[in-house]
């Protein structure tokens, strides 16, 4: 690694001229952002200008997509996580991602946390295993709802619960980075605010990317917003970023403006 790529002090990830490709349409165009270590990072803007499409550019969801190519590089740690030799099953474990929906699978509690160590062998004397499941219901908010009923299907948790489940999945595999794709589009607004909590809960021991539609959630749990906008060429790009109070109350881009204030978006 040169001079130049090292890390600066404090950023945890690092994008620098990214664009995104579906075929010969871009998707994002020239994207440059830092984000730091153990905060909070906002994605914010109107439908279609590749907020989604850039959070799965940082744990390479995007290599599962059918004609989708990236150019520009994204540093973990000063790490190209595109360089050819880099694993992407270790990548995925340090970079852990929240979908939209929660998802978890047609099994019980303590299984579904239990997945990802068995899978990766973390958990090598006996017991600890349990250890971990117990580890990460706890990070996750959920234990004392689900630690008497381990063996119970999680298909029967509410949605609210099956999120925190989905959080501890991630948690489980010890990321360090975790990436939330709308994690509150689908609960109501007591389960909301229960993942709100648990996101400034987590930033102490994680870095969190988050994509919101929500204006007011972004305002209250993010400590840094990117506000992205579509070009002339429709390609998503960033068009300010700052911390989120200077982006709520003070923006220096009229498109921003105008989307905080809702007069467009």
């Known amino acids: 690694m040169s001079p130049a790529d090292r890390q600066p002090d404090g950023v945890k990830m690092r994008v620098e001229g990214l664009n995104v490709f579906y075929g010969a349409s871009r998707a994002l165009a020239d994207v440059h952002l830092s984000i730091a270590g153990n905060r909070i990072t906002a994605l914010i803007g109107p439908s279609g200008c590749g907020k989604s499409t850039f959070l799965r550019c940082l744990n390479r969801m995007n290599d599962a997509i059918p004609q989708a190519r990236v150019d520009g590089r994204v540093w973990l740690d000063g790490e190209d996580i595109y360089d050819p030799l880099v694993d992407v099953v270790e990548l995925r474990r340090r970079v852990g991602m929240v979908f939209q929906k929660p998802n978890p699978f047609p099994q019980s509690v303590f299984d579904n946390v239990a997945f990802g160590p068995r899978v990766l062998g973390l958990a090598r004397r006996r017991g600890e295993l349990g250890e971990i499941v117990e580890r990460s219901l706890v990070r996750a908010a959920l234990w004392d709802e689900v630690g008497g009923r381990l063996q119970t299907n999680a298909l029967g948790l509410s949605l609210g619960e ?104």
Request: charged fraction near 25%.
């Open 162 to 265: 099956q999120q925190r489940l989905c959080i501890a999945r991630v948690l489980a595999v010890e990321p360090e980075v975790i990436l939330m794709d709308e994690p509150c589009s689908a609960l109501d607004p007591i389960a909301t605010l229960k993942i709100e909590e648990l996101m400034r809960e987590l930033s102490r021991q994680y870095t969190i990317v988050i994509v919101t539609h929500n204006m007011q959630q972004a305002a209250r749990v993010s400590d840094f917003t990117a506000m992205m906008m579509i070009d002339d060429d429709r390609a998503g790009q960033i068009v300010e970023f700052d911390e989120t109070r200077t982006i709520f109350t003070r923006p220096k881009n009229p498109r921003t403006e105008g989307y905080v204030t809702g007069r467009f978006g």
